[in-house]
């Protein structure tokens, strides 16, 4: 087998199989009920608001909550001063435990996004779903929000929590 | 010796489809936990995730499919290296920045990581790559429903 020339006579099947995966994934995720969009639903559909930076630290010094939708360890590395931990993939325990407090302030802002995921946005769509009126979403990462003036705590090593 | 050979190039066949419809099965009747798993690795734009997600599992199940019945088996089997040379390089990276996730090759992750991305998969993907490369040369004659004119 000449290596060269094989590959190249194997680049329109292989062209095919990618055509044809690529047709059946869509055609999947049409048809059946646990097919994806392209976003996910708080991203596409969301019922919070996106509220701007310096918007959000304006909000927080009249008396918003904060709240971190980020995994519990990297809550636990570093975080807004102040802010409540809420992970996306915990909040079915945590929030009725968190309600009555959440219930209690008039604005909540939630921040966690990465390059991939956006916990944010499913956080603060539950908490729209649950009927809490005036959720906002502060787009960026925790370092964008720290050079956008939000100030940040670093607990030592042991203490966080 | 070419039944022998025969028989070895049908066992690697066997072996890669069976890897990649193992691994595609649950990627593509639970994608909502897939598409989490490749957010994990923090790669791809948000808007991509879904659509990469979705495609790589069924790219998955179809080169396990065509190895398995033994049509377009080449370039099957040239998916089937390409993806674990892909998997391979990204278990590397996963180790050289000390990710401690579940690698979200194969069922059976989730929280207890049961397969944590690392070196350890990426030798294990190097192992998977042994059948996989030896289909691609020599793809064999047993028990297939199309030929490559090999």
Redesign the interface.
């Known amino acids: ?1 000449n290596p060269i020339p ?2 190249k006579r ?1 680049l329109k ?2 062209a ?3 055509a ?3 047709g ?3 055609l ?2 049409l048809v059946m009920p ?7 639903p708080a ?1 596409s559909h969301p019922l919070w608001q996106p509220i701007a930076r310096d918007q959000a630290l304006a909000q927080i010094k009249n008396g918003a909550m904060l709240i971190d939708a980020r995994p519990a360890g990297d809550y636990a590395q570093a975080r807004v001063r102040g802010a409540l931990k809420l992970p996306q993939d915990e909040i079915a325990k945590l929030y009725p435990l968190m309600q009555p407090l959440i219930a209690q302030a008039p604005t909540v802002v939630v921040y966690g996004q ?5 916990p944010a946005a499913t956080v603060a769509q539950h908490l729209r779903a649950q009927g809490h009126a005036q959720v906002f979403v502060v787009e960026g990462c925790l370092e964008t929000l720290e050079q956008s003036g939000f100030p940040i705590q670093r607990p030592r090593r042991g203490a966080a929590s | 010796m070419s039944a022998i050979l025969e028989l070895l190039s049908l066992l690697a066949r066997l072996i890669t489809a069976g890897v990649f419809l193992f691994a595609a099965y649950d990627k593509v009747w639970d994608p909502a936990n897939f598409a989490a798993s490749v957010a994990t690795y923090d790669m791809l734009p948000l808007w991509a995730v879904h659509a990469v997600s979705v495609s790589l599992a069924w790219l998955e199940m179809l080169v396990g499919t065509l190895l398995l019945l033994g049509l377009l088996t080449r370039a099957a089997a040239l998916w089937a290296c390409a993806l674990l040379v892909f998997f391979t390089g990204l278990m590397i990276y996963a180790g050289i920045t000390g990710a401690g996730f579940d690698c979200g090759c194969f069922p059976g992750g989730g929280e207890a990581a049961a397969h944590q991305a690392g070196f350890e998969t990426a030798i294990r993907d190097i192992i998977f790559l042994v059948p996989a490369t030896f289909t691609v040369l020599r793809p064999g004659r047993w028990l297939r429903l199309g030929g490559d004119r090999a």
């Open positions: 087998m094989e590959l194997q099947p292989m095919l199989i990618l044809c995966a690529l059946l994934g869509w999947f995720n646990q097919g994806l969009g392209w976003l996910p991203v990465t390059t991939s995921r956006f």
